[in-house]
């Protein structure tokens, strides 16, 4: 172990899925020293985390991945004829019974995404966050099992054991940072509480290939939901569910099983018949890559963090994939946290401000865990609709019903339709995903504007708001080359931003009076963010000379409607809020200090190049090399010295 007050590193982070990866790689960008652990010699052994949505992709674009994410991504485009059909190669006349438009695919909704953001949605089967994270100067260590962990005040010490050797060692960080899954043992190790229940019911997944480009190649989804008849497929769903991986040679084929009856056979000779019978197809050729069963959770966790350990990810927010929710909660979990830890150590922001990361995101987890579950729950009314109970075979029952001109026929219609319409909850849901509004100390309310009203169905839709608590509206402003950015390209990017109009110069000037090298100023209207379509004047709600603060993750931390009384108020009001947010004491001054211990990652101030100089310790690059599969002595040898780096905020301005 290393000695007291020496570090391995700034912040040890348990596991490389999403919440993992996205740690990594939002430090590394910060200039934080991070070192990553993970059990398994490679990422997920099967694909998850397809659905990223709109907020998801956000958060990449921010941290400069987008074009990664597109690149491996299956296009907006081709997700969203989802189907409801008996089979997919739907031979019979009549056998598919319903089409939806989904993930916002629609014409009636597309727009409604178009301008709620300046990305799309996308399909991701595959991981590029950790590429990214290590090209920036992650530590990445495969086959490293964390093990147990303890803390004090300045550190925690976490046991490890390298699984090629079996080694047990200690890595002594500033912080922890547990994103090891539904199964997480840094969550149980702090005793954190959960409430709900794990393994509520059971799915069967194989992945397989198969060109079945013929059959869906007119009507592109990545989801197709089947109600063979005969096929008898158990669980709360009542479909199987044939999932595109890659258009349209690889997939999932999936249903439920009743866990009374124990696990299910998972050979390829059980599996292959309902394959094709959901492919409708006997002579399709098939090659089954592997069969995976897994649970269905509905737990949460009431508090994210003890101490200077912080959990994210499935880890405190266990659910089923369905709305695509998981994945997607565990990236924001982390673009909300990794922030305010770089703050903290940077020595910018108090300790304090870390406990906003709790009470901002459990209430997200506890929203999508009941969504993902609940969308399970709203397939009953499909099944209803389609199924004929008491009958021999209630499927092929059903589904006469569905064709029958009568007065029977007329309602079963009219109740698919129904059941199909509340999918949009699971489907076209732009609201869950980015409604979003926090409620902490890092936010200050603006107490003048009262409750928020919803307009209109806020599961559905986006209400884009300038409300402290609320991600910053995005809309599109003209660059100085004459070029469309969103408001979401000029904040963020791990700095703080002040946002304000050609009339709030007063607040300009203060923020440049105030000379903080996290903060920086957009005059919405001064060249290189000019507001031609005037979407900005609509959507500020406030008068052109008030100003809002927005969070380095695009959440809006304090906003003044109006135009301050002269500079000496705006520059009294800016400091107050930034300290507020930061955590720090009433009345401290908000400028960093330059500080002696290198390994703080102090701010050097002095001229301005300099004073986003920072210092922070790091391993060494070769580290992680050395690290990876086969990984001999890297994390036996004696500890590399701690390097102390000095450069600049690595991200452009
Ligand atoms: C079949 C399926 C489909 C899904 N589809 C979607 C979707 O469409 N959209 C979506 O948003 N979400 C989806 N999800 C959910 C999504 O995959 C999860 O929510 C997401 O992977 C959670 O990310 P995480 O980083 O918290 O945990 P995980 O991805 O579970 O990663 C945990 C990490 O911790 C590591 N680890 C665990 N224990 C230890 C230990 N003791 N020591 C070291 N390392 C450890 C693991 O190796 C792994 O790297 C799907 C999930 C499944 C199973």
Known sequence: MSERGDFDTDVLVVGTGPAGATAALALATYGVAVRVVTKWNWLANSPRSHITNQRALEVLRDLGVEADATAVGTPWHLMGDTVFTTSLAGSLAGEEVARMR???????????????????????????????AAA?????????????????????????????????????????VGADGA??????????????????????????????????????????????????????????????????????????????????DTSAEAVLPKIREMIG?????IEVENVTTWQINQAHATRYSSGRVFCAGDAVHRHP????????????????????LAYVIRGWAAPALLDSYSDERVPVGMQVVARANQSRVEYRPVNEAFRTTGQADPVAAGLARLRDPGPDGVATRE???????????????????????????????????GEEIWRRDKVLYLQATTRPGAKVPHVWLIDG?????????????????????LAGRTWAAAASQLDLPYLRTVIVGAPGSRDPYFDWHRAREMDEAGAILVRPDGYIAWRHTTAADGQQEALELLHSAI???????????VRPLARPDPGQGALRTGSPASRLAVTTTSLSRSAWRRCLPGCADCCAAPRPPARTTTGSWPWPT
């Open 102 to 132: 989904t993930w916002g695919t629609g014409e009636n909704r597309i727009g409604d995404y178009l301008q709620g953001s300046p990305c799309p949605l996308l399909d991701i089967p595959q991981p590029y966050l950790v590429k990214n």
């Open 136 to 176: 920036r100067g992650a530590d990445i260590c495969f086959n490293t099992e964390y093990l147990s962990h303890t803390q004090d005040n300045e550190a925690v010490t976490s046991l490890v054991r390298d699984r090629l050797t079996g080694r047990k060692y200690h890595i002594r960080s500033r912080y922890l």
């Open 183 to 264: 199964r997480s043992r840094v969550v149980d190790q702090l005793s954190l509480p959960i409430e709900g229940r794990m393994g509520r019911a059971a799915t069967l997944y194989t992945l397989f290939r198969a060109d079945l480009t013929e059959y869906v190649q007119h009507r592109p989804s990545v989801l197709h939901w089947i109600m063979a008849p005969g096929a008898g497929y158990g669980g709360e769903i009542g479909m199987g569910t044939l999932r595109a991986i890659r258009p349209w040679t690889q997939w999932i084929a999936g249903w439920g099983y009743d866990m009374a009856d124990g696990e299910p």
């Open 281 to 285: 197809d006997p002579d399709v050729a």
């Open 321 to 340: 994939p369905s709305s695509g929710l998981g994945s997607n909660t565990s990236i924001q979990d982390s673009f909300n946290l990794m922030w305010k």
């Open 415 to 449: 109740a698919m339709r129904c059941a199909i319409d509340l999918k949009n909850t699971e489907f076209n849901a732009q609201g869950i995903e980015l409604n979003q509004r926090y409620q902490s100390g890092a936010i200050i309310p603006d107490l003048d504007a």
């Open 481 to 501: 080359t004459g070029r469309r950015v969103s408001t979401l390209d000029v904040t963020g990017h791990g700095r703080f931003c002040l946002v304000t109009g």
């Open 579 to 589: 300290g507020s947010v930061l955590g720090w004491p009433s009345g401290r001054d």
